[in-house]
């Protein structure tokens, strides 16, 4: 029973780190996610859709729908801005705000 007790203080310990590395993990996407729409063919885009995708995955497994979706969006702009080139220096992305509320 001793044991069980350590593991979930453990486990509440770990998952509590997590979620503080979530929040430096976001800002530092929303800086790169700035760079890539100044300049959409660095090799940070590439890296910055991954980089995503693995947020995604924590939020769903927190049952953030909302931030998801809108991580989600960010990453089609991105992706979008890096395969079709279609932004200029002058566009900003639209879901940078929704990243902002909802995550």
């Known amino acids: 029973m001793k044991c069980l007790v350590i593991l ?3 486990f509440l310990l770990l998952s509590n780190f997590v979620m503080a590395e979530t929040l430096t993990t976001k800002s ?8 890539c729409f100044k300049d959409s063919r ?4 590439k890296e910055l859709v991954s980089e995503i ?10 049952n953030r729908f909302k931030c998801q979706s809108s991580l989600l969006g960010l ?3 991105i992706i979008e801005a890096y395969f079709f080139n279609n932004f ?11 990243v902002i509320k909802n995550c």
């Open 8 to 10: 979930f203080m453990k």
């Open 88 to 98: 200029s220096n002058e566009q900003i992305s639209l879901m940078i705000p929704y």
């Open 53 to 62: 995708e693995k947020l995604q995955l924590v939020v769903f497994d927190q």
């Open 42 to 45: 660095v090799q940070i885009c």
């Open 28 to 35: 530092k996407i929303l800086k790169q996610s700035n760079d």
């Open 75 to 77: 990453q089609t702009e």
